[in-house]
């Protein structure tokens, strides 16, 4: 079953960036330091909906996605958190802050570490299957540079403003994931047994469990289920051919 979001409450504004979505640390009601995505980012409120999406399928397949939840802002809570950009109630995204960590865009410096064999191969799956584009990892200081995935705002085949159209045009063809002959041989086979055991309906529901106010109709969402659906076959025969070449176990 999908992990699913819990809903918290902003109630600071700790740290921004200059991403291309303008995230920033926020402290939320449950304690916890959330990377927040505002609806009105400069990106768009559709850009949210793949975060919501790839992270619940992730965990469903066991995929080093980090936890997420909805992240309410309240009227109150009134910050220009980047250059022209000032909170607005709603619903954002938050992805659970992971700490002292390096942001990488290769897995092959840190392949070898702290599982990360496997871990990758469970992110390859993840990056075929929902089309993944703009590679960013985390890897942790306090875990060996344990890798995780948690930036999927142009996923969905690199679309800022995603359509149903720009995903069917790729349909099923081959995703294939950055530095994934650095996976374990062994773990490739698991996450392919993963992914083909994806359910339409499974997937239909993690679809449809993403806000309205992003933007994006119970219509499209259905169809984007249905299109991952169509990959997920595809997907497992290619990690399963990646596996009887990899060199590692």
């Excluded at 995204?93 to 070898?112: E, F, R, Y």
């Excluded at 540079?145 to 720009?166: K, L, P, T």
């Amino acid at each position: 079953m999908a992990q699913h979001a819990s809903t918290v409450i902003l109630t600071a504004v700790v740290q921004g960036t200059e991403s291309g979505a303008a995230a920033f640390l926020g402290l939320c009601s449950d304690g916890n330091r959330y990377w927040v995505k505002a609806q009105n980012n400069p990106q768009g409120a559709r850009s949210l909906v793949p975060e919501r999406i790839v992270t619940n399928i992730g965990h469903v397949i066991g995929a080093p996605v980090r936890p997420i939840a909805l992240v309410e802002i309240p009227a109150a809570l009134d910050h220009t958190y980047a250059p022209g950009y000032r909170l607005r109630p709603g619903v954002a995204h938050g992805s659970l802050d992971v700490g002292q960590s390096k942001v990488v865009d290769d897995w092959a410096g840190i392949s070898g570490r702290d599982g990360n064999r496997k871990r990758v191969a469970y992110l390859a799956a993840l990056w075929d299957l929902c089309l993944g584009n703009d590679p960013q990892w985390l890897a942790e200081f306090a875990a060996d540079a344990a890798v995780w995935s948690y930036d999927h705002g142009f996923w969905f085949a690199g679309e800022v403003d995603w359509n149903i159209e720009s995903i069917r045009r790729v349909g099923v063809t081959p995703w294939v994931a950055p530095s994934i002959d650095m996976a374990s041989c062994e773990a490739l086979e698991a996450a392919a047994l993963a992914v083909e055991s994806l359910t339409l309906d499974e997937l239909t529901r993690i679809a449809l469990d993403v806000p309205s106010e992003w933007g994006a109709s119970r219509e499209e969402l259905s169809a984007v289920a249905g299109i991952l659906f169509e990959r997920a076959r595809g997907v497992a025969d290619r990690l399963r051919e990646t596996a009887e070449r990899n060199g590692f176990p």
